[in-house]
């Protein structure tokens, strides 16, 4: 297990290549000494007011479902009709794969083949092809699983603009498709399934900061890489936030995800500033990095937000933080398993299929953190009824 745990933690440096730009970012790394107003620059080109406000408003909704599997929940559904893809099975369900290169991908993914291995009576052939984070590679992928006899096809897109033709190209080969994860700009699939999203994760995570800190204080915002739609509208919404409050966000910087990088860019901003009264992350995998940084530095660690995953989780809980942590839960890998057998079966789904998206916070913490499984596992897997739990995730 400490191997498999010590490659596992070698991958997180890699998160990068999880997925291309599609086009530069508003705010570039280090922007904030020449940017306006609370120092968060301009706005994103990714944000749509309109899907902002919906997003929002979904924080407070009810879903609907079995209470006790979330991964089949709906929130606000719209059901579409699917009854021109019904077919006998078992079935030979297909999936492109954006990539398996961070922890958040690789226990997913577990997760997925765990929902097969519970359909096995179901699906007689389950065929994933890994793009490994780049658009080419997913492209001819796809182009591929086209001629291979699939019954459904699932995709993970790399990037957002450039994957949309080849998912077109895969909707009029006449296959039910299902995106889910991250989106295309094509309303072709029968339905795309992510949780509520990026808004709804970046605005949390920035009221919970603004609100806990001192007011005007100073905010270091980390980010991963521009260009991915969630990635850019989580700090859309968190722009929106840091704004309102009138803070002080005195850096954007990049990370690349990796725990080096930002430990780095964090003990510069402490060296810089002396002070930092809050840290916004859009993605919480180097969150412990960030943490390290300050108790290496002498320093208090300020309020922050982080992610599900339970390394930040343990240290939350030892130490004593305040942090939150809104997440974009993995247990949405079971869904598309699951919408493409009731696709293949003629039953309407919803269209898209918006999925709760729970927040960890101090109340609720110890319901989520589990010291039995690795550092690296995200505690919205979802996996506890599937086969092989907890050896496949370890």
Aim: a neutral charge; glycine letters at 8%.
């Amino acid at each position: 297990m400490r191997r498999s745990m010590a490659a596992l933690a070698a991958v997180t440096l890699l998160s990068v290549a999880a997925c291309a730009t599609d086009e530069p970012a508003a705010s570039p790394s280090g922007s904030a000494s020449a940017a306006t107003g609370s120092g968060t620059g301009d706005q994103s080109k990714f944000f749509v007011q309109a899907d902002y406000d919906a997003e929002l408003a979904l924080l407070d909704a009810a879903p609907t479902g079995p209470a006790d599997k979330p991964w089949e929940q709906v929130l606000n559904p719209t059901m579409v009709d699917t009854a021109k893809f019904k077919k006998n099975g078992p079935h030979k369900i297909c999936f492109s794969n954006a990539a398996l290169n961070n922890p958040w991908r690789q226990v997913g993914f577990k997760t997925m083949q765990a929902e097969v291995e519970a359909q096995k009576s179901r699906i007689k052939e389950f065929v994933h092809v890994d793009a490994e984070g780049k658009d080419q590679k997913q492209i001819a992928d796809i182009n591929d699983l086209l001629g291979k006899g699939c019954d459904a096809l699932i995709v993970s897109p790399n990037t957002t603009a450039t994957l949309t033709p080849a998912v077109e190209a895969a909707c009029k080969a006449g296959l039910p498709v299902v995106v889910f994860d991250r989106g295309v700009n094509t309303k072709c699939p029968v339905t795309f399934i992510n949780p509520i999203g990026g808004y709804g994760f970046g605005h949390v995570g920035a009221e919970f900061v603004s609100q806990k800190m001192k007011p005007g204080g100073k905010v270091l915002a980390l980010r991963i890489l521009p260009g991915v739609d969630v990635l850019e509208t989580r700090w859309s919404a968190a722009k929106v936030a840091f704004d309102k409050a009138k803070v002080d966000v005195v850096g954007v910087e990049f990370t690349d995800g990796d725990p080096a990088k930002t430990k780095k860019i964090v003990d510069d901003y402490i060296q810089r500033y002396g002070t930092i009264d809050g840290v916004w992350m859009d993605a919480g995998a180097t969150a412990v990095a960030a943490v390290e940084a300050f108790q290496d530095a002498g320093k208090p660690v300020p309020p922050m937000n982080g992610e599900d995953q339970l390394d930040f989780l343990k240290i939350w809980k030892d130490k004593n933080l305040t942090a939150i942590a809104p997440t974009y839960p993995t247990y949405q890998w079971r869904t598309p398993i699951l919408a493409v057998l009731q696709i293949l079966d003629g039953k309407q789904v919803s269209s898209p299929w918006k999925l709760p998206q729970p927040t960890v916070t101090q109340d609720n913490l110890d319901k989520y953190l589990d010291p039995s499984m690795p550092p690296l596992h995200y505690a919205m897997c979802g996996c506890t009824d599937l086969p092989g739990y907890p050896q496949r995730w370890k």
